[in-house]
Each structure stands twice: as structure tokens, then as C-alpha cells.
């Protein structure tokens, strides 16, 4: 509060440390995500399923290239590298020591914040599993699924709580 006029002053909002344990938490699931299965189905007595890396695989081993290449960098490069800036900023802001120059990890963060689709990977599974619930003898969501839910929940509030000003602030 402004001892002269009274109004409240702007504070600077410091680095919400919430946003490194939400960013901290999204790489631990998505470590566990890459070793479970997502969904399951069975089809002619076979049973079918696939992680979160395993659907690069196959759309490389239908000669898929563009279409798993931009799985691959929307859906598990770019949240990651996201997370692990998050990171970055914050130890150089706690620590005060320049790992990357501020106007990299800046322009980084937007970057892989706009190119990361996660949510759209979601709701496509989604879609999937409704498509195929006629199709196939039986289909369900593993396990990997609800870490998937899990790993989206963290992801999204470690951006919600990161205030991505701080890396250009002195």
C-alpha cells in the first residue's frame, strides 16, 4: 500500500515453485506413460496394445514418416522439453547462474508450449476407443491411460502456475 495515496502498489509476482513440482511430477509420469500400455483391444482372438512410444513405432513401420514424425514431436518431445525448461528457469533463477541465455529458454518455452498437443493426443484416444468398441471382441483403457490423465493434469498446471515473465526479469 502506497503511503501517500493509499492504493495498493503492483507486487512482482515471484516464481511459483508449485510450477517446478507440477513440471517435476509430468516427467515422472511420462516415464511411467512410456512403459504401460494405453489401450487394449482384442481382435480375432489377439490381443492388441499399445504405449505411448509404440505408436511411433507403428505408424514408422506403416511407412507413416511425416504422420510419426509429428506424433512423435507433438506428443513426446515437445511436452517434455517444455517440462525440463521449466525446470531450467528455475534453477537459474533460484541459483542465479546462466545455463541458457534468457531470450533461448523464452522463446523455447512459447515454442514447445504451442507445439505440444497432448490434450488432442486425449481426446483422439478417446475417439478411437468409441470407434472401436463395435469393431472389435473387447476393448478397454489400461492403465496407461489414466497416467496419461494424471501426467495432463500436471503438465497443464505446471503451466498455469508458471509465470513465464520471470526468465526475462533481471
Not at 6 to 21: A, M, R, V
Not at 62 to 86: H, R
Request: hydrophobic share 55%; net charge neutral; with cysteine.
Amino acid at each position: 500500500i502506497c503511503p501517500r495515496c493509499g492504493n495498493k502498489l503492483e507486487t512482482k509476482q515471484n516464481f511459483s515453485i508449485d510450477s517446478l513440482f507440477y513440471a517435476i511430477s509430468s516427467l515422472m509420469l511420462f516415464f511411467v506413460l512410456s512403459l504401460y500400455p494405453l489401450i487394449s483391444l482384442t481382435l480375432n482372438e489377439q490381443q492388441l496394445d499399445a504405449n505411448i512410444l509404440k505408436t511411433v513405432y507403428v505408424l514408422v513401420e506403416q511407412d507413416f514418416y511425416i504422420v510419426s514424425f509429428l506424433v512423435l514431436f507433438t506428443i513426446i518431445l515437445a511436452p517434455v522439453l517444455n517440462s525440463i525448461i521449466i525446470i531450467l528457469v528455475f534453477f537459474q533463477v533460484k541459483f542465479k547462474k546462466e545455463i541458457f541465455k534468457k531470450s533461448f529458454l523464452y522463446d523455447s518455452y512459447y515454442f514447445f508450449k504451442n507445439w505440444g498437443f497432448m490434450e488432442v493426443f486425449i481426446v483422439s484416444l478417446i475417439v478411437t476407443y468409441i470407434k472401436l468398441i463395435g469393431m472389435v471382441s473387447s476393448t478397454k483403457f489400461d492403465i496407461g491411460f489414466y497416467v496419461l490423465l494424471g501426467y495432463i493434469f500436471c503438465f497443464i498446471m505446471s503451466h498455469l502456475r508458471f509465470d513465464a515473465s520471470v526468465i526475462l526479469d533481471d
